[in-house]
């Protein structure tokens, strides 16, 4: 479970680790968006900013995209990224939280600190 501690609410029930190399390349690449129910979580393993782009190349459905600094506090919010797009979070993050685009604005702000 991905829980809001600030607000006190939960986000999602499910929650995946991309922990390994692979799982981090691959992301959501070739992923049913039926089967997207989950959230899912990177660890970087260190605070980066430029290691922390995303892509949504090969993703074929839209979705939410939480930064979190190593305290697990939100220091940035990507809503509704479409398809073959990039970003980046504006400073240097440790995680990233990949989620389905129904889970959103009302859930978490900047600021919150998040718990799984």
């Not at 039926?34 to 922390?52: P, S, V």
């Not at 993703?59 to 809503?79: E, G, Q, R, T, Y």
């Not at 990039?86 to 859930?107: N, Q, S, V």
């Given at each position: 479970?991905?829980r809001?501690?600030?607000?006190?609410?939960?986000?999602?029930?499910?929650?995946?680790?991309?922990?390994?190399?692979?799982?981090?390349?691959?992301?959501?690449?070739?992923?049913?968006?039926?089967?997207?129910?989950?959230?899912?979580?990177?660890?970087?393993?260190?605070?980066?900013?430029?290691?922390?782009?995303?892509?949504?190349?090969?993703?074929?459905?839209?979705?939410?995209?939480?930064?979190?600094?190593?305290?697990?506090?939100?220091?940035?919010?990507k809503?509704?990224?479409?398809?073959?797009?990039?970003?980046?979070?504006?400073?240097?993050?440790?995680?990233?939280?990949?989620l389905?685009?129904?889970?959103?604005?009302?859930?978490?702000?900047?600021?919150?600190?998040?718990?799984?």
């Amino acid at each position: 479970m991905i829980r809001n501690i600030s607000q006190k609410k939960n986000i999602i029930a499910t929650h995946r680790i991309a922990d390994n190399v692979f799982s981090r390349a691959k992301g959501l690449m070739f992923s049913r968006e039926k089967n997207f129910d989950y959230g899912l979580i990177f660890d970087l393993e260190r605070d980066t900013h430029i290691g922390a782009s995303i892509h949504m190349f090969f993703v074929f459905f839209p979705i939410n995209v939480v930064f979190l600094d190593s305290k697990k506090k939100i220091i940035d919010i990507k809503l509704g990224l479409k398809p073959w797009q990039m970003t980046k979070p504006r400073d240097k993050c440790r995680y990233i939280i990949e989620l389905p685009a129904k889970y959103g604005k009302k859930l978490f702000s900047i600021g919150d600190k998040l718990n799984w």
